[in-house]
């Protein structure tokens, strides 16, 4: 997200992250955090918020250290396919996340590869959008 700063993205990608949980069936965000940072049963809305909030950390990270990367590897992929490799390598950072985050207690599941790479083109529709009102002024 060109132009928005590190905390701003984490906010944008857990209101992403809300939305496409209540879109898609194949991707659910799991568990609620209490404000100590204590994994609960509990379905409180400041836990939930927390949940969304911490994997939305998770994939702000994903995407500043590690899709540089992967991108940088993939560019044949990119050139071959005009940018459409884009979508798998979105949904390639979707399931690492998933991967990562139920060891905590919380998280984000996605059911499928196929499925990872859907709901990267809709977190992508919606971080593009859920973005505008963060983007910094020239």
């Known amino acids: 997200m060109e132009g928005v700063s590190f905390l701003s993205q984490v906010v944008v990608n857990a209101i992403a992250l809300f939305c496409l949980d209540a879109l898609l069936d194949s991707v659910t965000v799991f568990g609620s955090v209490d404000a100590a940072g204590v994994v609960t049963g509990e379905s409180g809305v400041v836990g939930r ?40 390598v979105n949904g390639l ?19 499928g590869f196929g499925s990872a790479i859907g709901a990267g083109l809709v977190l992508s529709i919606l971080t593009a959008i859920v973005s505008i009102p963060f983007r910094r002024q020239k």
């Open 49 to 88: 918020v927390l949940v969304y909030l911490v994997v939305g950390l998770l994939l702000a990270l994903v995407n500043t250290v590690v899709r540089p990367f992967v991108k940088l590897l993939a560019l044949p992929l990119y050139i071959v396919t005009l940018g459409a490799f884009g979508l798998v």
């Open 93 to 111: 950072m979707l399931v690492l996340v998933s991967k990562f985050t139920p060891t905590l207690g919380f998280g984000l599941v996605v059911d």
